[in-house]
C-alpha cells in the first residue's frame, strides 16, 4: 500500500479502524525526518496490509498538539485502534520491520483485555 497523506479531516476515517497503522509526524525542514521517509516509504511497499500515514506537522498543527508532538520524526503506531508505540526518533529499516512484527504478534484480545483491567483500578 502506498504511503497516504493524513490531514485532520481524514485522520478518524483512517485511524478508527482494525488493522494496524503507522503514523509519522513529520515536517519539510526536518532532517531526520528526510533520512527516514524513504526507510517508511519501502516498508509500507512491503506490507501491503498496513496503512502507512504520513502527518505533516507544518500543515496539521492541530492534529500535532493533539497527539503532544515535541519532537520529530514521531512514530506511533495503532492496531484495532490501540495505541501500541509513540516515540520520537527515526527507525532504521531493520528497526521498522522488526517492530511491524512484534505489533503483527500480539494478542490483541489480551491486550485489550489488560487494558480493560487497568481503567478498572
Known amino acids: 500500500m502506498a504511503t497516504i497523506n493524513l490531514t485532520a479531516d481524514t485522520f478518524n476515517s483512517i485511524v478508527d479502524t482494525d488493522g494496524i497503522v503507522i503514523l509519522d509526524f513529520w515536517a519539510p525542514w526536518c532532517g531526520p525526518c528526510k533520512s527516514f521517509g524513504p526507510v517508511f516509504e519501502a516498508a509500507s511497499?512491503?506490507?501491503?496490509?498496513?496503512?502507512?500515514a504520513k502527518i505533516n506537522t507544518e500543515e496539521e498543527q492541530d492534529l500535532a498538539a493533539h497527539f503532544n508532538i515535541?519532537?520529530?520524526p514521531t512514530l506511533m503506531v495503532l492496531r484495532d485502534n490501540v495505541l501500541l508505540f509513540n516515540q520520537a526518533g527515526a527507525l532504521s529499516g531493520g528497526q521498522l520491520e522488526q517492530l511491524i512484527g512484534e505489533v503483527r504478534a500480539?494478542?490483541?484480545d489480551k491486550v485489550k483485555a489488560e487494558l480493560a483491567e487497568a481503567?478498572?483500578?
Open 45 to 52: 511497499d512491503k506490507h501491503a496490509d498496513v496503512v502507512f
Open 70 to 72: 515535541r519532537s520529530i
Open 106 to 108: 500480539l494478542d490483541m
Open 119 to 121: 481503567e478498572q483500578q
